[in-house]
C-alpha cells in the first residue's frame, strides 16, 4: 500500500490550494480515504474522509470551505481547499484502512493502519 499526498505550498489567507493523494497498491474503491492535519506541538486531527462509494464527511473546522472528491480512473483523492485560514497552517496526510470506516470511528487518526507521508501547508496572515 502506498499512499502520496502533494500540493502543499505557501499561501496567503483566503486562498486556496488542491491537495492529492495517489494510491497505489491495493483496491482504491473498495476503502475510505481520510485526511488529516498536525499543526506543531498539536495532536494529528481529521479532517475529511471519502468512502468507497462517494460519501463525504469534514469536521466542522473545514465544513463549507474544503471539499473532498475522488477519481477512481486516477485512484487518487483530492482535497480542495478555500477561503484558507493562518489555523490551517499544518502538514497534512492522507490514509486509509481495510476495515470499514464510520462517523463514530473515522476521526481517530489510531484506526488508519496506512499512511503517506505528508505535504506541508503555510497559509500566511
Known amino acids: 500500500v502506498q499512499l502520496q499526498a502533494s500540493g502543499g505550498g505557501l499561501v496567503q489567507a483566503g486562498g486556496s490550494l488542491r491537495l492529492s493523494c495517489a494510491a497505489s497498491g491495493f483496491t482504491f474503491d473498495d476503502y475510505s480515504i481520510g485526511w488529516f492535519r498536525q499543526a506543531p506541538g498539536k495532536e494529528r486531527e481529521g479532517v475529511s474522509c471519502?468512502?468507497?462509494?462517494?460519501?463525504?464527511y469534514y469536521a466542522d473546522s473545514v465544513g463549507g470551505r474544503f471539499t473532498m472528491s475522488r477519481d477512481s480512473a486516477k485512484a487518487t483523492v483530492y482535497l480542495q481547499m478555500h477561503s484558507l485560514k493562518p489555523e490551517d497552517t499544518a502538514n497534512y496526510y492522507c490514509a486509509t484502512d481495510f476495515e470499514p470506516m464510520s462517523p463514530a470511528n473515522m476521526w481517530n487518526p489510531w484506526r488508519w493502519d496506512y499512511w503517506g507521508h505528508g505535504t506541508q501547508v503555510t497559509v500566511s496572515s
Open positions: 471519502i468512502s468507497g462509494i462517494g460519501d463525504t
